[in-house]
C-alpha cells in the first residue's frame, strides 16, 4: 500500500519527499525553526539563505536537481534566484510536537522559470522534507491536511502583500543569535535573541524585534521611544535621552532611535544599555533594540567604556529596514520571518 501511494503522489505531480529522519542541521526547538545563518553558509538567496541551515538548503536543491533532470526536457542548468516564507509556519501540539514550514523557491532551469513548493515536516526523530511543483501539487495537499493549510496561508498572504499593506523586515542577526523567547497576540508580537550559549535571562547581550499595532497619527515612532526614554529614567534615577527623527525609507511613513542607558537595574549588580529603533509601517510599528550588559556603574563612565557595543549596535540597525514585496523586497535580504 505504501508504495502504491508512493507511485501516485509521484504520478499527480513532481515531488521528491525524504524518507523519515532529523533533516541534517536543523533541531525543533519550543519556539520554532528560527536562528541566523553565517554569510558564507548561505547557498541560496533570500528567505533560504539567511534562515535556513546549509545542509536543508542542498538537499532542496539536490531535489530540485533531480526533478528537473527527470522531465520532459531533462535540465542540468538550474540557479535560484529567490526563496521567500510563502506562509506563517504551523505548530501542532497534539498527539506530538509537529512544525510545519512552507517556501517558495523560485529557480531558472535552462532558460524557463520553475517555482517549487518546499514543505518542511519538523518532527524530533521523524522529521521529512518534501519539495514539489507549486503549480501542481493539488493531490498531495488533499493527502496532507497541514500541507493544505500552509497553502492556503500561502494564497492569502499573497493577496495581502499584492494590496501594498504588508511589510518585510530586514532582520540580519548576528550567526551565532539564538531564538529565546517569543510572544504573539492581538496586541501585536515580539521575539528576543541571544549569543549562543548566553541563557534566556542572564544574557549579556539581547535582540529584540517587536511588532505593535499602529497607530493613526504620524509621528509614532518618536512617541514610543520618548516614553521609553521616561520609563528608563524614572526606573533608573537618570535623566531621559534624546531621541533622533530619521529619515523614513519608501516603505515606512517614520522612523526613530535612541539610546537607552540605565547604570544599575534596580535590585541587581549590572547596568543595562541599548540602542533602539522604531520604524512605521502600514501594518506594525516595527521596534528593534540591541541591547547589552556591563557591570553597575556611573552613567558617564559606562557610556564611555560602550563605545564599541553602541557602534556595533548603530551598524546592525543601519541595515533595519522595512520592504514593500509588491514594489521591490531586494532591501530585505534577510527577512524576518512572519
Known sequence: MRRLLVALLLASAPALADEAGPLPGEVVTRIGQVAALPADARK????AGAWRRAAAQQQVIERIQ?????GDKPCRAIEVTDTVQAAPDLIETRPQRVHHALERWTVQACGTTRVYDVWYRFESGASRLVVADSGANEFQAVLDPPYRRLRELAATR???EAGGGVRWLNLPLPADSMPVANHSGKDGWSADFVPLGDAPREWTQLIGVQGLP????????VRLLEGMQDVRARRCGVPAGAVEALLPEA????AAQTFLV?????????????VVKAIEGPD?????????????????TLVADSRGPRAAAEAFLAQVRLCNPAVDRSACPAAYPR
Open 66 to 70: 533531480a526533478l528537473e533532470a527527470r
Open 284 to 300: 506594525y510599528l516595527y521596534v528593534v533594540q540591541r541591547a547589552w550588559r556591563l557591570p553597575a556603574a556611573k552613567a558617564d
Open 251 to 254: 516603505s515606512a511613513s517614520g
Open 262 to 274: 540605565c547604570p544599575q537595574v534596580p535590585g541587581t549588580n549590572y547596568a543595562e544599555l541599548a
Open 158 to 160: 499573497q493577496a495581502e
Open 44 to 47: 541560496v538567496p533570500g528567505y
Open 214 to 221: 499602529p497607530g493613526k497619527q504620524p509621528g509614532q515612532a
